[in-house]
């Protein structure tokens, strides 16, 4: 007899988030995928001191965590212009021939050390996210500080993707209702409260771009940009922004409201009663001419709830409400958020950065090795549509990711690492030599045709080209040796702590497998379609050599010193991101597993580092571990009330650490191919789970 359907509306709400006092890390937000607006305890962007990022590698000034970033709005300096990628490459000897690199160890011609720094940081920090506006609370004009709030109550409602605020402003209650509509980039602001017939007003200020590592503002060049406020009538204005090459529209619609420039970039919005309703939305460039009419506040807000309602309403649900483990209140608990912050920040135009949509963080660029991360969840968890958004990106910057490729000497495409929205790799020592984000698309595109609703044979004949293009490099990647196909220098694996001897690194355990898995997968899309298997595929799939364990145990890569004992334990990956596949001896992998959790150091991992282990525990049939793994007690695995997986003071949020919970979840309660298959065992529901554990799950994809 079938269960009744998980209760969704009970099950996420139980998890709202409510706050009744100013917590400077764990501030709360809405989104839609492109756009999102961070807001504290007044609803808007009143105290961003209050929420500071640390400064780091030298920065003039803190940053705050109170963004309004999105997928489009970027900025590059005008002095960037005049350095390219290809200033920065150094060739490398390889046992393929010189191949050359975008590297930081290249020298300006004829230039000094300094000259080198400077240019290496103008490519590192252009084109660099723009904060798109700072949208907070002003008294007779001014800028309110934090002894002049109170905080009441703030409740984040899941269901329905609203933050109401209640708070205490000089004595006088501010109620506010925030959201983003879910269709367009715009944010709805409902205010009432009596202050706002006596000088409380709400100040739309505007900064210049910042190429600081973790700062999306810099608010010391109001010279360099343009603001200009222009009244189109019927309680609506538009304020176009110029700032260099960027420009952007901010359509305001604030009806029985004044506007009036307060500052050359600060425009203040002043209501006649008691009540408020402002909607503000941004728009890059010309898109501003086709726009109107802008939705209203109760518009947004009754999209809102549709649309949240839908989300939460689709795709898979886990409740573990029934299970008296003590461990399963925080880990679902987890899991939603996860859900509501992944959707918000991980589900747009493009790859996402690390920080999403929140706050910067290497100057706002997207890293692709984490875009498996942050979206292979999605359609685990039934919700394809939320990874398919950003998959057409890559076709847009296909023809510099061949350029790359052509240029060192490849096949193909080559997908960069640390990118902008135009796909133009960054100078680094590390990420240009990485190589495991090459076989994301592929492992994408399998889980996609694995989830519900998606047409098999349709989406691998849309993303053929790039499925080839990516196979085709990873074919001509690999070196014939007199062992097989190797894979060989310069590289760097997943584990970066190999940076210094990237002339030397081989064969990296994770990435071996990877490579394997992928290009087999790659022939067999070939052949759904009906379509020719190029041999150089097929060839190096079969001559890949295996990972070697030394003493029992797989090490990191194959050359000395094999392991060092920090950073992500990468080649736990081999099987657990990755299925059991010929190449991988699961009593190994367990042993490799066992020496990991005796000795590491736990303050240098990363937050993806825990699902990834949950993950190898779970296909190793330790689901206890698994659990006590994604649940781990350490600095790194920190997840604040907002739901955000706190790293550091200048990385105060790491969002693969929420995807990557929701991918190992995904595998613990739907089950992968063949779970529960050995003639030893019964198969049972959610096989990743404790046994006892009451779970109920529905709406799973079965993972590879």
């Not at 925030?178 to 009596?194: F, K, Y």
């Not at 030394?550 to 080649?571: F, K, L, N, Q, W």
């Amino acid at each position: 007899m079938s269960l009744p359907r998980i209760d969704r509306r009970a099950l996420v709400s139980r998890h709202d988030i409510e706050l009744s006092d100013i917590d400077p890390r764990s501030p709360l937000g809405v989104g839609n995928g492109d756009l999102a607006f961070t807001v504290d305890a007044t609803g808007l962007q009143s105290l961003p001191a209050a929420h500071p990022v640390s400064p780091r590698d030298g920065n003039r000034q803190a940053g705050t965590l109170l963004g309004t970033l999105s997928t489009w709005g970027w900025h590059s300096l005008p002095e960037a212009s005049a350095h390219t990628w290809r200033d920065a490459l150094v060739t490398y000897d390889s046992e393929r021939g010189p191949v050359p690199y975008v590297d930081m160890s290249g020298k300006v011609a004829g230039g000094t050390e300094q000259d080198t720094e400077e240019r290496d940081l103008l490519l590192r920090g252009n084109p660099h996210r723009l904060d798109l506006g700072t949208f907070g609370l002003r008294r007779d004009g001014s800028p309110l500080t934090a002894q002049q709030v109170e905080p009441v109550r703030q409740h984040l409602s899941l269901y329905e993707g609203i933050i109401s605020s209640v708070c205490v402003v000089d004595g006088e209650r501010l109620e506010t209702l925030t959201a983003v509509h879910p269709e367009r980039d715009l944010v709805a602001l409902q205010l009432s409260s009596p202050a706002l017939r006596t000088g409380l007003g709400v100040g739309l200020a505007f900064a210049y771009g910042s190429a600081d590592w973790h700062s999306a503002h810099d608010w010391t060049r109001p010279e360099a940009h343009t603001t200009i406020l222009t009244a189109l009538g019927e309680d609506r204005w538009r304020i176009d922004r110029q700032v260099d090459a960027t420009t952007y529209t901010v359509l305001v619609r604030a009806p029985g409201a004044r506007l009036s420039v307060a500052d050359p970039h600060e425009v203040l919005v002043e209501a006649a009663t008691e009540e408020l309703s402002l909607t503000l939305e941004l728009l890059p460039g010309e898109a501003a001419s086709t726009a109107w009419p802008s939705p209203t506040v109760e518009q947004t807000l009754a999209a809102c709830r549709a649309h949240w309602r839908d989300f939460w309403e689709s795709g898979a649900a886990l409740d573990l409400g029934a299970v008296e483990d003590p461990r399963a209140a925080e880990l679902e608990r987890r899991v939603v958020l996860s859900q509501f912050l992944t959707a918000i920040h991980c589900a747009g135009r493009m790859p996402p950065q690390e920080t999403g949509l929140v706050c910067n963080s290497w100057r706002g660029k997207s890293h692709l090795e984490m875009h498996w991360w942050h979206a292979a969840h999605f359609p685990l968890w039934n919700r394809p549509a939320l990874l398919r958004r950003s998959l057409d990106w890559y076709r847009s910057i296909l023809p510099r990711a061949r350029e790359m490729a052509r240029l060192q000497g490849f096949a193909g495409a080559r997908w960069p690492k640390q990118v902008g929205s135009e796909g133009e790799e960054t100078p680094s020592g590390i990420g240009t030599f990485l190589i495991w984000q090459q076989p994301h698309l592929i492992h994408l595109v399998e889980l996609l045709r694995r989830s519900e609703g998606v047409d098999e044979l349709e989406l691998l004949a849309e993303v053929d080209d790039l499925l080839t293009e990516t196979a085709d490099f990873m074919a001509s990647f690999a070196l014939r040796t007199a062992h097989g196909a190797e894979l060989g220098p310069p590289l760097i694996p997943a584990q970066e702590s190999y940076g210094g001897m990237r002339t030397a690194v081989r064969n990296p355990t994770f990435e071996l497998v990877q490579w394997h898995w992928a290009l087999e997968r790659a022939c067999a899309f070939k052949q759904q379609l009906g379509l020719p298997v190029p041999e150089a595929w097929a060839e190096i799939r079969d001559l890949l050599i295996a990972p070697a364990p030394r003493d029992g145990i797989y090490p990191a890569i194959s050359v000395e010193p094999y392991t060092i004992r920090e950073d992500h334990p990468s080649m736990l990956c081999a099987l657990g991101v990755l299925p059991l596949t010929d190449r991988i001896d699961p009593e190994v992998m367990a042993a490799t597993l066992e020496d990991v959790l005796e000795s590491w150091d736990w303050d240098s991992t990363w937050g993806w580092d825990y699902p990834v282990m949950a993950m190898t525990a779970t296909r190793l049939g330790r689901p206890e571990d698994a659990v006590d793994l994604l649940l781990t007690d350490t600095g790194k695995n920190t997840v604040l009330p907002s739901g955000h997986n706190r790293q550091t003071g200048s990385l105060p949020l790491y969002l693969p650490g929420n995807g990557g919970l929701l991918t190992a979840v995904a595998l613990m309660a739907g089950g992968w191919d063949g779970a529960g298959t050995d003639a030893s065992t019964a198969p049972r529901a959610s096989p990743g789970f404790p046994v006892g554990w009451d779970v109920r799950a529905e709406g799973f994809a079965v993972s590879p």
